[in-house]
C-alpha cells in the first residue's frame, strides 16, 4: 500500500469515526459499541486491503498519551485515599486471573505448555484504560467506585506487561516463575515510578521558563511519548511512568499553565484524545478479519475454537468476581477484629466493579505481538478476541443497567468535599480581602470604592447563594439564559457589521473572542 493510499485510509477512518460517534449518539449505544462493531463491519468490505496492525508501535502511539489523559483529569486526593483498594485490583487481580485462565486453559488443552497458557493469561487479565473510558464517560457511578476503577485502569497495563513478558520469556524453557515475576514486577514498577519523576519535574522547570502558551501546548502534548519511551529505553515500566509524570504534571498545570494556555491546551488534547480512542476500537474492529483469515474462517474457528474461547471468556469474568467479593471478605474480617476500619462495599457495588473488566487495545496489541511460531499462537488471537468483543460488547452495553440494578447509594460514596456554590463563596470571600488591602493607598484612602463595592457585592450574594442554592436556582438559571441570550445578539451585529464591511478582521476576532469567553463563562455557572 502507497504511502497516498495509507494517508487516504487514516483519512476515511476519521470519517466514519465522526459518523459511528453521530449514530451511537443517535442510537444511544455507548460510542465504543458502536465502533468496534463498524470496525468489523469495514473490515470484511468487498476489496478493501487487510489491515495488519503493528502490535509496538500501536502501543507505542496509542498507550502513552491516553494513559497521560487518563492521569491528567484524575482526583489525585482520592487516587491517595483508596491506593490500597486500587493496587488490589491493579495488580493482585491481574496476577488472580491470570492464574486462574492459566489452569483453565491448560484444563482445555493439556499439550500446550503451561508457560504458553500463561501468556495468554497475561494477554487477557488486564481491564483496559481505553475501553475503560469509553463505557465510564456515559454512566454514573459513586465517587468511591469510580476511583477505583479510574486508578486500575491506569496502573493495571503495568502488571499484564511484566507477566506477558515472563510468560513469553519462559516459553523455551518449560517452566514460569510467579516469584521472580512479582520481583521483577517490583523492580521495574519503582524505576518507572522514579523516571517519571524526573520527567515530570523537569517539565515543571521547563514550561515554567518558555513564556509561550504555543510551545507549552506541543511541549505538554510531547510529554507522555517522552516519559514512556525513555522509561522503555531503561527498561523499565513505561505505563508507571507515564502515569507518574500526568500526576506530576496535572498537580503543577495549575501554576505553570496561564488560563489561556489551559483553555486551548484542553481543548486541542481534548479532541486529539478523543480522535485516538475512537481509532483504537477501530482498529481492533478491523483486525479482526486477519485473525479471521489466519484461521481458515469463521465456520472454522467457530467449530474449533469457538466453545473454549467462551469458556475462557467465562473463567476472566468469574475470576474478577471471585476477586473482588473475596477482597471485600478480607476487608470485612479485618474490620470484625479490629484490625482495620475500612468500610466494604455493598453486594450491588461489588457486582459493579465485578462487571467493569473491559478489554481492548492492550490486550490485542499483546496478542499480535507474539511470534509466529508461538505455541498455540492463533487459539490465543482468537481467545484475545473474543474476550474483548464479549466485554466490550456484552458489560459495555449492559453496565449502565446493572448500576441501576445495584442501587447505588450513598454509603458506596466517601465524605462529599464542598459544593460549587460553597467553593464560589470561599473564593469570593478571599478575593475581597485582597481588594479591600489594595482599595487603599499608601496614606489610607480610598481610590478604588467602586471597585470595592463590587467585589463586596459579589462575596456577600455567593455566600448567600452558597446557603440557600437550591432556593435561587431557578432565578440564576433564567438570569445567565438572558446572558446567553444577549451574547447571541451581540454576536450577530457582530458579523452584521462585519459582512457590511465597517469593521475589519482583526476587530471581529478580538471582540468575537471577548463573547465566546462571557459565554463560556455564562454556560459553566449556569451548569
Not at 508501535?57 to 496509542?62: A, D, K, Q, S
Not at 515530570?200 to 514512556?228: H, M, N, P, Q
Not at 442501587?407 to 460549587?420: D, G, N, R, V
Not at 471597585?451 to 431557578?474: K, V
Request: glycine share 8%.
Amino acid at each position: 500500500m502507497s504511502g497516498t493510499h495509507l494517508f487516504e485510509l487514516v483519512i476515511a477512518m476519521f470519517l466514519a469515526i465522526i459518523a459511528l460517534h453521530y449514530l451511537a449518539r443517535r442510537l444511544s449505544l455507548p460510542p465504543s459499541v458502536a465502533l468496534l462493531a463498524g470496525g468489523i463491519m469495514l473490515a470484511f468490505i468487498p476489496g478493501l486491503p487487510t489491515i495488519t496492525v503493528d502490535p509496538e508501535l500501536v502501543l507505542v502511539i496509542f498507550l502513552p498519551p491516553l494513559l497521560m489523559d487518563g492521569a491528567w483529569f484524575i482526583a489525585i486526593g482520592r487516587l491517595k485515599r483508596h491506593i490500597f483498594g486500587i493496587a488490589s485490583l491493579a495488580v493482585g487481580a491481574v496476577f488472580f486471573t491470570c492464574m486462574v485462565v492459566t489452569v483453565v486453559t491448560h484444563m482445555l488443552f493439556p499439550s500446550l505448555s503451561w508457560a504458553a497458557c500463561a501468556a495468554l493469561g497475561a494477554i487477557v487479565s488486564p481491564p483496559d484504560a481505553v475501553a475503560a473510558r469509553a463505557v465510564l464517560e456515559r454512566v454514573e457511578l459513586p465517587r468511591r467506585l469510580e476511583i477505583l476503577l479510574e486508578g486500575e485502569s491506569l496502573l493495571n497495563d503495568a502488571s499484564g506487561l511484566v507477566l506477558f513478558r515472563f510468560a513469553v520469556a519462559s516459553v523455551a524453557t518449560g517452566t514460569f516463575d510467579a516469584a521472580a515475576a512479582a520481583g521483577s514486577f517490583l523492580v521495574l514498577a519503582l524505576g518507572g515510578a522514579g523516571v517519571g519523576t524526573v520527567v515530570g519535574y523537569a517539565w515543571v522547570k521547563f514550561v515554567s521558563r518558555l513564556g509561550d502558551e504555543y510551545l507549552i501546548i506541543a511541549t505538554t502534548t510531547l510529554l507522555a511519548w517522552i516519559s514512556y519511551l525513555l522509561s522503555e529505553t531503561l527498561q523499565v515500566s513505561g505505563v508507571i511512568a507515564t502515569v507518574t509524570t500526568g500526576l506530576i504534571a496535572t498537580w503543577h498545570q495549575h501554576t505553570v499553565f496561564s488560563a489561556a494556555t489551559r483553555i486551548r491546551g484542553t481543548s486541542f488534547w481534548t479532541v486529539v484524545v478523543f480522535l485516538m480512542e475512537a481509532a483504537v476500537f477501530i482498529l481492533i474492529g478491523l483486525s479482526l478479519r486477519d485473525v479471521v483469515e489466519r484461521g481458515g474462517g469463521f465456520e472454522t474457528l467457530l467449530s474449533t475454537m469457538g466453545l473454549p474461547a467462551l469458556v475462557i471468556l467465562v473463567a476472566l469474568v468469574l475470576a474478577r468476581f471471585a476477586w473482588v467479593f473475596g477482597s471485600e471478605g478480607v476487608v470485612k474480617f479485618f474490620n470484625s477484629i479490629g484490625f482495620a476500619s475500612t468500610q466494604p462495599l455493598s453486594i450491588g457495588g461489588s457486582t459493579v466493579l465485578g462487571w467493569a473488566g473491559i478489554r481492548g487495545v492492550v490486550t490485542l496489541a499483546l496478542a499480535l505481538s507474539l511470534p509466529e511460531d508461538f505455541p498455540g499462537r492463533d487459539f490465543i488471537l482468537v481467545t484475545s478476541v473474543t474476550v474483548i468483543l464479549g466485554t466490550v460488547l456484552v458489560q459495555g452495553t449492559t453496565l449502565g443497567r446493572v448500576i441501576l440494578w445495584a442501587q447505588l447509594s450513598e454509603a458506596e460514596s466517601e465524605k462529599a468535599p464542598l459544593t460549587i456554590s460553597q467553593a464560589e463563596a470561599a473564593m469570593a470571600q478571599a478575593q475581597f480581602m485582597t481588594i479591600q488591602k489594595l482599595a487603599y493607598d499608601p496614606e489610607g484612602e480610598l481610590i478604588h470604592p467602586q471597585l470595592l463595592q463590587q467585589y463586596e457585592r459579589r462575596a456577600t450574594a455567593m455566600i448567600d447563594y452558597a446557603a440557600r442554592t437550591e432556593e435561587y436556582a431557578p432565578t440564576l438559571h433564567a438570569h445567565f439564559d438572558i446572558i446567553l441570550a444577549a451574547v447571541a445578539t451581540g454576536r450577530e451585529e457582530l458579523i452584521r457589521l462585519h459582512r457590511l464591511g465597517e469593521i475589519d478582521d482583526e476587530t471581529l476576532l478580538e471582540l468575537e473572542r471577548d463573547l465566546d469567553l462571557e459565554e463560556l463563562s455564562a454556560i459553566s455557572a449556569k451548569a
